[in-house]
């Protein structure tokens, strides 16, 4: 099996017809390697913008690219159209999900349809490569330069932030990791809707109390330090998205707030639950009465 390891670079454009901005790509860049993971071929083009002629001073400090060398390069719908028989069929990767987002964001804005032709199927590398080493945390994702250099991986500052570049860095740091776990694991099928939904679904936390999401039994808690079923004793009520409630041991007469969370996924929902010290207000009560003068 080939696979395709993608990177894209992009100016950020407000469209005056579709009344928002834009993450408009302006280089295409890409290497492909063999099922040893030897590289086979190269891609690597620019796109002429569309939308904004002139690319942003952040983009042209971390890029090293100019307005006039984007403005001789292709159109998108044809450099697309390169890149798609550059694939050919091979599953393609990038690092974490932005890229394939852009992409489909593109295509929604070029051809009015956001399915990508030349994913069939694709492997997020940001994902794999902290699985790995056993560090995957979809709150805190580790970028490409960063991991890198958690890995021991020798990159240059200068030469990165080009497409090509990145992807071939991108290729390094899957070389250097890839017996730490089965890379099958994390390649998906990408031409059918439920990729396109599960992709572009945005994670929520619940609020309703009422929601038929929320598993009551996991709104129950036990006591931090004896470890016997507590009683609640106000109602729900919701802080900083997490519904909260004090909750009272009578075994040992322990008093605390709980706290759980629920965060709605494309098809599962996850708890957090945690328990905090309920302030004693009698000690507090006597401090107060301390700090009076007679």
């Known amino acids: ?27 295409f860049g890409a290497v492909k390697v063999d099922g040893d993971f030897n590289p086979v071929g190269e891609f690597s083009q620019l796109i002429a913008p569309r939308v904004k002629k002139r690319l942003s001073g952040r983009v042209k400090e971390l890029t090293h690219l100019t307005n006039e060398a984007v403005a001789e390069g292709g159109d998108f719908l044809t450099v697309s159209r390169a890149f798609t028989d550059f694939v050919d069929g091979a599953t393609v990767m990038t690092w974490g999900t932005t890229d394939i987002h852009t992409l489909i964001e593109n295509y929604r804005f070029y051809t009015n349809d956001g399915h990508i032709p030349f994913l069939h199927s694709y492997c997020d590398l940001q994902e794999y490569c902290e699985r790995a080493i056993n560090q995957y945390d979809e709150g805190n994702q580790i970028g490409l330069g960063r991991f890198a250099g958690i890995i021991g991986v020798e ?64 709104m129950t808690f036990n006591c931090d330090v004896c470890g016997s079923p507590a009683k609640r004793v106000k109602k729900w009520h919701i802080r900083n998205r997490s519904f909260c409630a004090d909750f009272y041991c009578a075994k040992c007469g322990r008093r605390f707030t709980g706290r759980v969370s629920f965060k709605k996924r494309y098809d599962s929902v996850t708890v957090n639950k945690r328990v905090t010290e309920k302030p004693d207000n009698t000690e507090k009560q006597n401090n107060m009465k301390s700090q009076i003068k007679p």
Request: overall charge negative.
């Open 1 to 27: 099996m080939d696979y395709v390891i993608l990177d894209l670079e992009w100016n950020s454009a407000y469209s005056r017809s579709v009344h928002r901005f834009l993450n408009e790509i302006i280089e």
């Open 155 to 218: 990159f240059s500052e200068e030469e990165q932030h080009r497409a090509a570049a990145d992807a071939y860095l991108s290729l390094k740091c899957l070389k250097k990791v890839m017996n730490g776990y089965p890379l099958e694991s994390c390649v998906q099928k990408a031409d059918c809707e439920e990729f396109y939904e599960r992709l572009l679904f945005k994670n929520y936390f619940i609020t309703d109390i009422t929601s038929p999401d929320i598993d009551r039994k996991e």
